[in-house]
């Protein structure tokens, strides 16, 4: 009983983290638009009885209360994502991407991938689109800690409303199943 309510306790904190954090959203800086956003957040399964901005849907590659931090910093360079996860499965290599919806107790209600040049063919194959140039892809391979990080950064920024998860894949490359999702505050390039 005591470890349940150390990790609903480490849910909820994880949780009011990441709503605290993400407030934070906009910096500007030296007149130049800057934006930064950051989240973090403990995975929960959808059946959590305090749920959490972090999803699991397989706790054997994503524990319950494994930790994700995504990072999004943009100027008139572009917009750069940054992920950082602690408590996977040591080994594994993941895919990571930006998904167009946020979270949900089905791992497709992320929607697709975000796409800078959208391919009218959706679900969308054509490698002319799904690649890492047009799509944000955080592929990492967890360390013998279970922790990884990776980053991506493009010349564009993400357009309003269209950018709202991180997706964690059980395979590296442009598909897989979705065993994780990070709802994210992301902010559209001004």
């Known amino acids: 009983m005591g470890q349940e309510r150390a990790m609903v306790a480490g849910m909820w904190a994880g949780a009011?983290?990441?709503a605290v954090l993400a407030a934070g959203g906009g910096v500007s800086g030296d007149g130049a638009d800057c934006r930064e956003v950051r989240a973090r957040a403990r995975f929960?399964?959808?059946?959590?009885?305090?749920?959490?901005?972090?999803?699991?849907?397989?706790?054997?590659?994503?524990p319950a209360s494994a930790w994700i931090e995504v990072e999004q910093r943009g100027d008139e360079a572009g917009t750069t994502v940054s992920l950082r996860v602690k408590g996977l499965k040591p080994g594994h290599a993941y895919g990571a991407h930006v998904h167009r919806k946020p979270c949900g107790a089905d791992p497709e209600a992320a929607g697709g991938h975000y796409q800078h040049r959208v391919d009218p063919v959706q679900p969308s194959k054509n490698p002319a689109y799904l690649n890492p140039?047009?799509?944000?892809?955080?592929?990492?391979?967890?360390?013998?800690?279970?922790?990884g990080s990776a980053r991506a950064h493009h010349r564009w920024g993400f357009r309003p409303g269209e950018a709202a998860s991180v997706v964690l894949h059980r395979e590296q490359g442009g598909a897989g199943d979705r065993i994780?999702?990070?709802?994210?505050?992301?902010?559209?390039?001004?």
Do not use: K
């Open 44 to 62: 929960a399964p959808p059946t959590a009885l305090i749920p959490s901005a972090a999803v699991t849907y397989d706790m054997r590659l994503v």
């Open 133 to 147: 140039r047009n799509e944000v892809w955080l592929d990492f391979t967890a360390r013998a800690g279970g922790s």
């Open 180 to 190: 994780a999702c990070f709802t994210v505050p992301f902010e559209p390039r001004g």
């Open 16 to 18: 009011v983290a990441a």
